[in-house]
């Protein structure tokens, strides 16, 4: 069940309407607005949302993030964070939860497995949700975890590891490769191929998912295969590197400009706050395990495909990053969707992007792990 007639051909039009643009010296493939030629403002359908949000806010004065303690902050996040979408898988996929036995404590996981891949052994995509460290549930990306399952014939081990601040870091690290640990180790016994396995994530689950593929590259214990990254925090100290710094004007903007503008400086004002809440002084927030942009060396990691959305704070990092995973001769990917921000994957079954991006994924898997 989708919400709008058109849904159909707009995702359609996504695998048509791209374009291949040079930004400095990474090939990016752009996804252009699926029903429309406007460039420079947001999708339709997210300008729709952003209205609408925008309505519900008003009279609502959103407290100052360094006024709260980090437990109050974090619960007011998580409040708001995920959104009701669709399921557009056509096929059965079973669904099983259970508890995998990790370092520290048991970690909830969801197991999706099509029926096209029942009595094989197929590859696995492990996949861990956004929500800036502190936030997001399994429930949230369900319906698109299914999609890969579905669409890669893939089974994918979706994992609810423990979140901040009650758990600092590394504590949510320790879960997700704990799950990647697990899956290799029993692979047969869920129809798994231990040698195709992926990682995925969006947002903090993004950063989850390529430090899990850094921490098996630096461990020598080569599990994982591919990496699929959806708008990956990469940089969470925020440093300006030699192929990094964050400026407005390297964003396009012809109309939608308070909402657009809204959304970037929003999101870029957080960063600090979310150090607090994951880190907790831990560790250096410039540590590679925190922000692999800042990693030395990112030569050994395995075959990467970097999505981001064009409105975006994180979309300048997440070019970067692919272009620092090139330089270091790790075959990447780059796809960006014109008028998105951030987590539109959230949306599935009303932004067709959100979509296109898990088939994308899926397609990224069958590539990789072709027999």
Known sequence: MVKNEGYEQWVKSLQERTEVVNREGLEVIVKKLPDSDNVGELDPRVFQVNVEAAKA????????????????????????????NFDVTTSDIRTEARMIPGTDVEVPVRIYTPASAVGKLVPAMIFFHGGGFMGGT??????????????????????????????????????CFD?????????????????????????????????????DRDQG????????????????????????????????????????????????????????????GNEQ??????????????????????????????????EAYARKLERAGVKTTCIQYSGMDHAFMDKMGQYPQAEDC?????????RVFAS
């Open 285 to 318: 927030v410039e540590h590679p395990y925190l922000s692999p942009l800042l990693a030395e060396d990112l030569s050994g990691m395995p075959e990467a495909l970097v999505i981001s959305a064009e409105y975006d704070y994180l979309r300048l990092e997440n």
């Open 179 to 215: 799950v990647v640990k697990w899956v290799y180790a029993n692979a047969e016994s869920i129809g798994v191929n231990r040698e195709q396995i992926a990682v995925s994530g969006d947002s903090a689950g993004g950063n989850l998912a390529t430090v899990c593929a850094m921490k």
């Open 358 to 366: 898990m088939n994308e994924i899926a397609k990224g898997i069958k």
């Open 221 to 280: 214990t080569d599990m994982i295969k591919y990496q699929a990254l959806i708008y990956p925090t990469t940089n969470m100290a925020g440093t300006t590197t030699d192929d990094f710094e964050w400026t407005i004007d390297q964003y396009t903007i012809n109309n939608h400009q308070e909402l657009i503008m809204g959304g970037l400086m929003g999101m870029g004002g957080s960063t600090k706050m979310l150090e607090q809440v994951y880190v907790q």
């Open 138 to 175: 399994l429930d949230v990306v369900e319906n698109p975890c299914k999609v890969v399952a579905e669409r890669a014939e893939a089974v994918v081990v979706s994992v609810d590891y423990r979140l901040a601040p009650e758990h600092a870091y590394p504590a949510g690290l320790t879960d």
């Open 57 to 84: 806010r008003e009279g609502f004065q959103f407290p100052d993030p360094s006024q709260l303690d980090m437990v109050s902050f974090a619960f007011m996040m998580r409040k708001i964070m995920g959104w009701d």
